[in-house]
């Protein structure tokens, strides 16, 4: 088959690799239908986290089933599945507890952008749509696999609820898709903090009721005169950035609540800042599996539409291009065709 390959930074090939087996009685062989570029990609493209060999890349995947392993009894060989970037067993404490992305049987998936990918513990990741989806629908239940599900994450993090204040820092795919969960979940009002047109317009659609293109104390202020002088109830933080998590606890009023999701690079939180603040602080890796069900069904439903963070679509083959684009911000979010 073949596949993306990062060999150093900047330097995405496609490439030929080994087909994918069977390893344990819980895999499943897929063949992709959608995979697509994430925003935390480009921390090795950029050259922010070491490569210090060449590895396959990707971790969201919609795709048909083509072979299962002797104890997969949730999916079955022609079901089209949606899965999670963090596979898990979907039985243990943690998952019980409904932390899948905990699973103690959790393995991460980084070998999807290719023709076909093999997914550990697929009994318990993997979510079965009720027939072959229309291809309209995909690439919203392709965002189901990540960028929604860890949107809606950040908004349960951060505590919105119906009539509620929040703040979405970040107008990545994630950030976007923050927007369209805390719409869902009652937000009264939403501000969404971004400076690119493309993107205001596309949160705007998605339910926000502000944008504030500021940044650093000039955006607190921002969002401070936004709300009273006090600061948002719930704040969402999609970026992992030292600057985007300093916004983001800033601009939460006291008593409000911060849901953490960018994958944090030299964050540094300071523990007596914080403990004045009386803001609460959750994060980590969306429990997507959780909320795959549901999520599927908004999608199916057409109650919302994440697939429209999805701006630029390309063959698989053109992986690098689909890198190029999204690091260039000509790009929100690349979905890819093998």
């Given at each position: 088959?073949?596949?993306?390959?990062?060999?150093?930074?900047?330097?995405?090939?496609?490439?030929?690799?080994?087909?994918?087996k069977i390893l344990k009685?819980?895999?499943?062989?897929?063949?992709?239908?959608?995979?697509?570029?994430?925003?935390?990609?480009?921390?090795?493209?950029?050259?922010?986290?070491?490569?210090?060999?060449?590895?396959?890349?990707?971790?969201?995947?919609?795709?048909?089933?083509?072979?299962?392993?002797?104890?997969?009894?949730?999916?079955?060989?022609?079901?089209?599945?949606?899965?999670?970037?963090?596979?898990?067993?979907?039985?243990?404490?943690?998952?019980?507890?409904?932390?899948?992305?905990?699973?103690?049987?959790?393995?991460?998936?980084?070998?999807?952008?290719?023709?076909?990918?093999?997914?550990?513990?697929?009994?318990?990741?993997?979510?079965?749509?009720?027939?072959?989806?229309?291809?309209?629908?995909?690439?919203?239940?392709?965002?189901?696999?990540?960028?929604?599900?860890?949107?809606?994450y950040a908004a349960l993090?951060?505590?919105?609820?119906?009539?509620?204040?929040?703040?979405?820092?970040?107008?990545?795919?994630?950030?976007?898709?923050?927007?369209?969960?805390?719409?869902?979940?009652?937000?009264?009002?939403?501000?969404?903090?971004?400076?690119?047109?493309?993107?205001?317009?596309?949160?705007?659609?998605?339910?926000?009721?502000?944008?504030?293109?500021?940044?650093?104390?000039?955006?607190?202020?921002?969002?401070?005169?936004?709300?009273?002088?006090?600061?948002?109830?719930?704040?969402?933080?999609?970026?992992?950035?030292?600057?985007?998590?300093?916004?983001?606890?800033?601009?939460?009023?006291?008593?409000?609540?911060?849901?953490?999701?960018?994958?944090?690079?030299?964050?540094?939180?300071?523990?007596?800042?914080?403990?004045?603040?009386?803001?609460?602080?959750?994060?980590?890796?969306?429990?997507?599996?959780?909320?795959?069900?549901?999520?599927?069904?908004?999608?199916?439903?057409?109650?919302?539409?994440?697939?429209?963070?999805?701006?630029?679509?390309?063959?698989?083959?053109?992986?690098?291009?689909?890198?190029?684009?999204?690091?260039?911000?000509?790009?929100?979010?690349?979905?890819?065709?093998?």
């Amino acid at each position: 088959m073949r596949g993306a390959v990062i060999h150093s930074p900047g330097d995405v090939r496609f490439e030929g690799l080994d087909d994918p087996k069977i390893l344990k009685p819980t895999d499943a062989i897929i063949r992709t239908v959608a995979t697509c570029v994430c925003g935390s990609d480009l921390w090795p493209y950029r050259g922010l986290e070491p490569v210090a060999e060449p590895r396959p890349m990707g971790h969201e995947y919609v795709g048909i089933v083509e072979e299962i392993g002797s104890e997969v009894t949730h999916v079955k060989p022609g079901q089209f599945v949606v899965g999670s970037f963090a596979t898990s067993d979907n039985t243990c404490a943690n998952c019980r507890n409904g932390w899948q992305s905990s699973c103690l049987h959790r393995e991460f998936m980084s070998t999807c952008q290719a023709d076909y990918i093999r997914v550990p513990n697929a009994h318990g990741t993997l979510v079965a749509t009720d027939g072959h989806p229309d291809a309209a629908l995909v690439p919203g239940l392709l965002a189901v696999s990540d960028v929604m599900g860890t949107g809606w994450y950040a908004a349960l993090a951060a505590e919105v609820k119906p009539g509620s204040t929040a703040v979405v820092v970040g107008d990545g795919a994630v950030g976007l898709c923050g927007v369209i969960a805390a719409k869902e979940l009652g937000a009264e009002r939403i501000i969404a903090m971004s400076r690119h047109e493309a993107r205001r317009q596309l949160a705007l659609e998605f339910g926000a009721t502000d944008i504030v293109g500021e940044r650093g104390e000039e955006g607190i202020a921002r969002v401070k005169d936004l709300t009273g002088g006090i600061g948002a109830d719930s704040v969402l933080e999609c970026v992992g950035t030292p600057e985007s998590m300093r916004q983001a606890l800033h601009s939460a009023r006291p008593g409000g609540n911060v849901g953490f999701v960018g994958v944090p690079h030299e964050v540094r939180v300071d523990g007596e800042e914080l403990f004045f603040s009386h803001v609460g602080l959750r994060g980590g890796p969306a429990p997507v599996r959780r909320y795959l069900p549901d999520l599927i069904d908004r999608v199916l439903s057409g109650r919302i539409e994440p697939g429209k963070v999805f701006d630029l679509t390309l063959p698989l083959e053109q992986v690098a291009e689909g890198y190029r684009a999204m690091d260039e911000r000509r790009a929100i979010k690349a979905l890819l065709k093998p």
